[in-house]
């Protein structure tokens, strides 16, 4: 969790050091997002400075604890903007009233998939699921091409998967696994096999992004399945990963934005989404943070090489995603139930 930043004027020290007034200065401005620490001080740095009265706070957790805690808050919001997250999480919560119409001014730039309904949520990103590995034990050539190859016995034992029960990231690969079993053969039969040959093949399920790229990094784990801007992030801070986008194609997520119901600041909120899907917000998150865009009115160079050369080789997988949303937490209920942690007894 992020904690507030202490702004205070000079002590005064009569005996013992005392602080008195030491309040933070201006709106407070708060966001839940599973977006990572780099990239939300990045966000909050450029929106201080565009708006010298508001302090930016936000909280870190993962997609399915922020819809989770955005739904208990209803009564008494704790937070003004919602920031990140698979458009299912979104689409939930704009279903259950949790959150704040608002057309940004950028709505007309983005893909029509981008757009929630009746304003309630827009996506600024999409988000690839790619094949991860540590590139100093594995090379791109031994890695797995295709999510199949995953389940090749000699990677038993050598996967690490985050916590699937609350990470959007995996929420998605295991909608996308079972929705492949389904296309195929018509029952989740299939889908659940390939995941109860996964668990087989999982030594571990981590609690957050962090420890899974230092297990990744200590060989204590060889490969993952993670989302392609993380992995690029960690990349460009020397880790030694590498990503191969599955060769059959791979499911990509529209990552949304929304202003929360009864935000105690809704037009700061506003002013963020605002920001945030603006040209030169999706560019700070194409250049620094690794993120693709929703917006489509955008020359391409602008971009960064990444961004040309990942969207040149991109195969996205066709998704029912209103199947994947209606039916992903009875599938992620029963994985929970019947397969996690039985694959290697």
């Not at 988000?127 to 540590?134: E, K, L, R, S």
């Not at 791979?250 to 202003?259: K, M, Q, W």
């Amino acid at each position: 969790m992020r904690m507030v930043k202490p702004v205070c004027g000079d002590l005064l020290l009569i005996g013992l050091v005392m602080v008195t007034g030491c309040a933070e200065p201006g709106a407070v401005l708060t966001i839940y997002s599973p977006h990572g620490r780099d990239h939300l001080v990045l966000f909050e740095d450029r929106f201080e400075t565009l708006h010298p009265d508001v302090n930016v706070q936000w909280v870190d957790m993962g997609s399915q604890e922020v819809f989770d805690r955005v739904r208990s808050e209803r009564a008494n919001p704790q937070a003004d903007v919602w920031f990140g997250g698979p458009e299912v999480f979104f689409a939930r919560a704009a279903a259950e009233g949790l959150l704040e119409p608002y057309r940004p001014v950028w709505a007309d730039s983005v893909l029509p998939a981008a757009r929630g309904p009746d304003d309630l949520y827009f996506g600024v990103y999409l988000t690839p699921a790619v094949i991860t590995f540590n590139s100093d034990a594995v090379s791109r050539d031994q890695a797995p091409q295709d999510w199949d190859d995953v389940l090749d016995p000699r990677w038993r034992g050598q996967v690490l998967i985050r916590d699937p029960l609350a990470s959007g990231t995996m929420h998605m690969i295991f909608g996308t696994i079972m929705y492949r079993g389904l296309q195929a053969t018509g029952d989740t039969a299939a889908g659940y096999e390939w995941l109860r040959r996964l668990d087989a093949q999982t030594k571990e399920y981590v609690l957050n992004p962090a420890i899974l790229y230092q297990k990744l990094v200590r060989r204590e784990g060889l490969l993952t399945l993670w989302d392609l801007p993380d992995v690029l992030h960690v990349q460009d801070r020397g880790f030694p990963l590498d990503y191969v986008l599955p060769k059959s194609g791979t499911p990509v997520l529209v990552d949304g934005i929304a202003v929360i119901k009864g935000a105690e600041q809704p037009e700061l909120a506003r002013a963020f989404v605002d920001y945030v899907g603006s040209v030169e917000g999706q560019l700070l998150a194409a250049r620094r943070a690794f993120r693709n865009l929703t917006r489509t009115d955008i020359p391409a160079d602008s971009l960064p090489e990444w961004l040309i050369q990942v969207t040149s080789k991109l195969k996205p997988m066709n998704l029912d995603w209103d199947l994947l949303e209606s039916h992903g937490r009875e599938w992620m209920r029963y994985w929970d139930a019947h397969i996690r942690g039985r694959g290697q007894r």
